[in-house]
């Protein structure tokens, strides 16, 4: 049996009876690489090296994948006797081939013995899966409907260019771990490219999708977003075949059927700005900082603040801005001389309380437009009424500005929400309870 097997790359030719060269000059031998399981180091690896040795043909394989065993949580071997087997089956089906295959590629090095544990499916799952399907839904809502891709699209937008050059940076470093057979090194960079492209470059870009002062804005937010999921889906589908194509399909694009017939894609360094993500981390430390301070302070992101000071060089006036808006204060100054890495002015006045009441409003609004499952398009008619009358006379000063942010027709403050509502709710924002009343007039 094991010689059988030892014998296989030459037995499948018929060597040295027929098909000489294709061995001896080296055709279709040795193999570019054999993967199986860490078991097989004694069994399978052994007998072809083995064969191959007593035949002076040398080594049978040039690169060698080798899987470890999945135990339990606990690093127990899987039986039914123990009644801790967990059927690939019951796995798929809940979550997912595609998970099921991703776990195992991220899960730990290769080779080693992998504690499965359902907890990390899970994790997995809502992490990375949840919000790479988040990304491309948010395309499909917020795209127009006579959008059409542009080819080799340049934006002028700083995060635009910032996100390009990621993108070419994962093909980089995806491309280079797939070549040195490292499965693990490759799979993992994704998850971090996907946090970035939907909890920054998104996040980030939202006002541009939802509310673009020009046209230009969110044809250039559309036209990078496009780009990076269908590279994206390109890039990803040999690890995760489904969901790859499910983008690559929502996308409509007219390069072949699936992307499983797409060639692979190639790197261009033109896109790569290694200054532009280095400034890019930077600015995220920063704020990743300033927030660390202000949950020291007990403040919330949505209230505003009058000013921050960080010891660095200024950078860029896109770079302040979006420190500036991320952090939520009026003011970024940059201090080489600061004793600390920065300083956060946490004193709230009266004006910044006001501005913090009404960030708190549309917030809920509009978080009530998403249960409702409301589009862009979809014009409302909300209604407020607060228990303090403060907090009327506040929204009712700043119900033209709520409007544009709530996509709103009418903004009424004040009275009882009749029954041609469809939904009404209570708030509670410092201290006082607010009465949201919301019903669609489209």
């Known amino acids: 049996c094991w010689f059988d097997s030892g014998s296989m ?10 098909n000489k060269d294709r061995i001896d000059k080296k055709i279709s ?3 570019d690489y054999i993967c199986e399981g860490i078991d097989q180091t004694r069994g399978w690896f052994y007998t072809l090296l083995a064969v191959s040795t007593l035949l002076n043909l040398g080594n049978p394989y040039k690169n060698v994948v080798s899987n470890g065993i999945v135990l339990d949580a606990k690093g127990q071997k899987m039986s039914k006797s123990k009644g801790n087997l967990v059927w690939p089956k019951d796995i798929i089906d809940q979550y997912g081939a595609d998970v099921a295959r991703f776990y195992f590629y991220t899960a730990n090095p290769i080779a080693e013995p992998k504690k499965f544990d359902l907890k990390d499916i899970q994790t997995l799952y809502r992490k990375f899966f949840d919000t790479l399907n988040n990304s491309q839904t948010f395309f499909s809502i917020y795209i127009d409907e006579k959008f059409q891709p542009i080819k080799n699209f340049q934006s002028a937008n700083l995060l635009d260019n910032w996100v390009i050059s990621r993108l070419e940076t994962l093909k980089s470093h995806v491309i280079k771990n797939l070549d040195n057979y490292d499965i693990v090194g490759a799979a993992r960079l994704f998850e971090n490219f996907v946090d970035d492209l939907s909890n920054w470059y998104i996040r980030r870009s939202r006002r541009r999708f939802q509310r673009p002062v020009k046209r230009e804005e969110k044809e250039e937010a559309s036209q990078t977003l496009y780009y990076v999921l269908l590279e994206l889906s390109k890039l990803l589908a040999p690890f995760c075949p489904f969901i790859s194509e499910k983008i690559y399909q929502t996308l409509n694009s ?6 499983h017939l797409v060639a692979y894609p190639k790197l261009d360094n033109n896109l790569i700005n290694q200054k532009l993500e ?4 930077k600015t995220r430390e920063i704020v990743n900082l300033a927030l660390a301070e202000r949950a020291k302070a007990g403040i919330k992101v949505r209230q505003p603040l009058k000013k921050i000071e960080v010891k660095e060089e200024r950078p860029g006036e896109e ?4 420190i500036r808006e991320e952090i939520n204060v009026k003011e970024v100054v940059f201090n080489k001389d600061l004793e600390n890495q920065l300083k956060l002015d946490t004193e709230i006045t009266p004006e910044l309380a006001e501005e913090g009441i009404i960030r708190d409003i549309i917030r809920h609004s509009n978080k ?8 862009p398009e979809d014009k409302i008619v909300v209604l407020y009424n607060s228990s303090s009358k403060a907090v009327n006379e ?4 700043n119900k033209d500005f709520i409007a544009k942010e709530t996509l709103s027709e009418v903004v009424s403050i004040g009275g009882e929400a009749d029954k041609s509502f469809d939904h009404e709710e209570e708030i509670k924002s410092d201290g006082d309870n607010t009465r ?3 019903k669609k007039i489209n």
Request: aromatic share 12%; glycine share 0%.
């Open 319 to 322: 770079l302040v801005d979006l």
């Open 254 to 259: 007219q390069e072949e059927e699936s992307v």
């Open 29 to 31: 031998f040795p193999a």
């Open 394 to 397: 506040i929204l009712e000063k």
């Open 9 to 18: 790359p030459f037995a499948q030719w018929h060597y040295p009876f027929e």
């Open 368 to 375: 009530i437009r998403k249960k409702l499952n409301l589009k």
């Open 278 to 281: 280095e400034q890019m981390k």
């Open 436 to 438: 949201i009343a919301i």
